[in-house]
């Protein structure tokens, strides 16, 4: 079964950095995509930026392009991870924050975390 952890969430002022995982367990991930996603209060689910867990390729969306890394830790002996670097981070990027996992050629990510709190104080 998969299972996906968030951690690192937390209050930071606005134009600092936080740094979240996602350690994911289950199953071998070659073959799919770990992507980040955020919903603010009152709003819908919106998506951040995904990663190929083979190959590493990266996908953001505009606005966090420039400010937010994603990356992953696909080595064999280490645990799955995979992080959400946030740089210059704005109020408006307060969220919760989710990943989650989909099969490569597919839309629609069948695996969710719990969430992690980001709150952006101005």
């Known amino acids: 079964q998969v299972q996906l952890v968030e951690s690192g969430g937390g209050l930071v002022q606005a134009g600092g950095s936080v740094r979240l995982s996602c350690v994911a367990s289950g199953r071998t991930f070659s073959g799919y995509v770990m992507g980040w996603f955020r919903q603010a209060p009152g709003k819908e689910r919106e998506f951040v930026a995904h990663i190929t867990w083979s190959g590493g390729t990266t996908y953001y969306a505009d606005s966090v392009k420039g400010r937010f890394t994603i990356s992953r830790d696909n080595r064999d002996n280490a645990k799955k991870t995979v992080y959400l670097q946030m740089n210059s981070l704005k109020p408006e990027d307060t969220a919760v924050y989710y990943c989650?996992?989909?099969?490569?050629?597919?839309?629609?990510?069948?695996?969710w975390g719990q969430g992690t709190q980001v709150t952006v104080s101005s």
């Open positions: 989650a996992v989909r099969p490569l050629f597919t839309s629609s990510y069948n695996y």
